[in-house]
């Protein structure tokens, strides 16, 4: 019986594995009272660490954006103090890749006594997402300009025509004007 409990665990880790890879996430944990983190290849992929040895938090804290940091560092505190699930997106700039931005997710699992035993987490790339939105932004930006460019040729457009009206015909009126006044007078 413990035999085949054995074997259904590992070929539920394998078939969660499987899921993981080919969903393109990393997977992580970390012991409470300890900085040692244990997570799959992907993981160590997207945080740009070795593919074996030993991880600490410090190390993958060191990857993290100095503006993401405090905010990635406090929820994973907060799922270890207050049991809370979090949910963060930070930015990692990696020599190799440039920037990247990075998805987290987790929760911290309870031990018997009711303590936090391990905070257990899932990461994921979503750079491609966010140059998408940067990229959709930039031109929404691009074509408001626009629109106000264009707003603007025909609001001087019409102020030249309605300009243009009455100099005309002042003009015209001048015209006639100096006409009259070249001829010769008229008697009465």
């Excluded at 030993?54 to 049991?83: F, G, Y």
């Excluded at 997402?129 to 959709?136: F, G, H, P, V, Y």
């Amino acid at each position: 019986l413990l035999l085949a409990a054995r074997r259904r665990a590992r070929e539920s880790d394998a078939n969660l594995s499987l899921a993981a890879d080919f969903g393109n996430v990393g997977l992580w944990q970390l012991a409470t009272g300890s900085d040692r983190v244990t997570a799959t290849l992907k993981f160590r992929s997207l945080f740009g660490l070795p593919p074996s040895g030993r991880i600490t938090v410090e190390d993958i804290l060191d990857r993290i954006h100095p503006d993401d940091r405090s905010d990635t560092e406090k929820a994973i505190q907060n799922a270890v103090n207050d049991l809370e699930d979090f949910s963060v997106e930070h930015r990692m700039v990696l020599p190799d890749v440039g920037l990247r931005w990075i998805a987290s997710t987790g929760h911290a699992d309870v031990s018997r006594e009711g303590r936090p035993a391990r905070v257990r987490g899932a990461s994921i790339d979503i750079t491609a997402i966010r140059k998408a939105e940067i990229e959709r932004q930039a031109l929404r930006t691009e074509l408001a300009h626009l629109s106000r460019v264009s707003t603007m040729g025909q609001i001087s457009s019409v102020l030249a025509h309605e300009l243009t009206q009455p100099l005309g015909a002042i003009l015209r009126n001048a015209e006639a004007a100096e006409l009259l006044l070249a001829q010769e007078p008229i008697t009465l």
